[in-house]
């Protein structure tokens, strides 16, 4: 196996990734392993799709649907002015879906967040704040 998703996707399966927020029918959320941007999250589908067009029916519009309940939970707690999502795959080709809260204080709010990719390394996210972060999402799941 050397998609670094897919092994990621087996070790949340056997609990040795301690970042899962929430397990859905076809994907995983977790949180950022980094927080330049407080909330920032990624959905990583179970198995190993190249494109969402590769997606079949009806797992397409569940993943969908996934999706946007991850959405509605980080808005819910973060509370960002805008939330970014976005899947390219251009470094790791498996579907998965990145959401950075934005906020108004924001060094560049209005450029996409990747401008600042290479500040994200400075930002990972201690142990402790990881699972005080996950505490609160799950949380969120969990409430209506
Ligand atoms: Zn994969």
Redesign the pocket.
Known sequence: MN?????R?KNTAEGKYPFLIHEFKNSYLYLGEHQYYQGYCVLVTK??YREMTDVPSPKREELFQEMMRAHEVIQKVFQPKKMNMCSLGNV???VHWHFFPRYESDPNFKNPPWLQMQHFDSAKVSPEKRDELIEILKNAFSSK
Do not use: G, I, T
């Not at 998609?3 to 092994?7: A, G, N, S």
């Open positions: 998609c670094p998703l897919c092994e996707s198995d190993h790791v080709d498996h």
